[in-house]
């Protein structure tokens, strides 16, 4: 791949759920960071919060992978008895949206029980806890008693590290004044990188061409008009 070499890819990676890698920047380095103390937190609960296209749930998988941990959604959280709890740690993602569906009290239950066993929860949203509605005081006071990561939207470096990868792994060849140009005008997160690049393919293959600026320029163009 001609341009692609000339490109950065010193990023740590980390292996996700899906054989998906992660990669390390200063946007989530904190994240990391913390994700990588456990089980030495200073709490039974944790926080990771960002914008969407952040890369907080793919981080979140890291932690599924890496520590046995188990994803917990609406419909776990509904069932009675917790057979989760065999896994030292439990995940809440988009938690503050499965607070929305009445789930207070099944939450509030699953954190006295992960922490009556010494385990531990790790809640993913778009908030912080202490900017989510909740009605019950009980659950209230733990959740903003747990520490709280925020996750930066990534830089031009990790969303073209991103991007260089995206090709890769599609055997794709892209010189990199276009990745630049596609890092200057995309959508600033690693879901519009993963949509650009497979509408890009889709392209090239149909026109049985490269990947060029006029190409990218286009594409997202149709993008704009489609929203």
């Known amino acids: 791949m001609t341009g692609q070499r000339q490109l950065p ?3 740590d990676h980390r292996p996700a759920l899906g054989g998906e890698d992660f990669l390390v920047a200063p946007s989530n380095a904190e994240a990391v960071a913390w994700i990588d103390r456990w089980p030495d937190w200073p709490g039974p609960a944790l926080a990771l919060h960002g914008p969407p296209g952040c890369g907080k749930t793919h981080l979140a998988q890291v932690f599924v992978a890496g520590n046995r941990a188990c994803l917990v959604g609406a419909r776990e959280l509904s069932a009675a008895g917790h057979a989760e709890l065999t896994a030292p740690a439990c995940v809440v ?12 009290e099944a939450l509030l239950h699953l954190h006295n029980r992960l922490a009556e066993a010494g385990r531990h929860l790790l809640l993913v949203a ?8 909740v009605a ?15 996750i930066k939207p990534p830089d031009d470096t990790l969303i073209t590290a991103v991007l260089v990868k995206l090709f890769a792994d599609r055997q794709l060849r892209v010189d990199s004044d276009v990745v ?17 690049v497979a509408a890009l393919d889709v392209a090239a293959l149909a026109e049985r061409r490269n990947i060029t600026v006029p190409l990218v320029r286009r594409v997202l163009d149709q993008a704009i008009e489609e929203d």
Not at 182 to 196: N, P, Q, T, W
């Open 93 to 104: 993602d988009d938690a503050e949206t499965v607070l929305a569906e009445g789930l207070e």
């Open 180 to 196: 630049s140009f596609m890092v200057a005008r995309m959508e600033r997160s690693f879901d519009a990188a993963r949509r650009l």
């Open 9 to 11: 890819l010193d990023f």
């Open 136 to 150: 019950l005081s009980d659950l209230s006071s733990r959740l903003k008693a747990a520490s709280a990561i925020a």
């Open 126 to 133: 778009r908030r912080p806890p202490a900017r989510w509605t």
